[in-house]
């Protein structure tokens, strides 16, 4: 998975106006209590990080998995 389709299916997912901040501000236990955008910066796959953000937020993102 490209960052762009990560971005794309997080905007989807949380809204255009949510997704920012929560790429930024809102830390996974999945991912080591990393946000997202720290997830990214480490080298972490999107594909890894779009299965936490599944795991942590099951509801919000059924549609696209």
């Not at 997704?19 to 997202?36: H, M, N, R, Y």
């Not at 594909?47 to 599944?54: G, K, L, M, P, T």
Request: aromatic residues 10%; charged residues 30%.
């Amino acid at each position: 998975m490209r960052i762009s389709d990560l971005r794309e299916r997080l905007t989807l997912s949380f809204g255009a106006d949510w997704s920012p901040s929560f790429c930024k501000d809102i830390a996974l236990t999945e991912l080591g209590s990393k946000s997202v955008d720290e997830s990214l910066q480490l080298g972490i796959e999107p594909s890894d990080i779009w299965r936490a953000v599944c795991a942590a937020y099951p509801m919000e993102t059924s549609k696209y998995r």
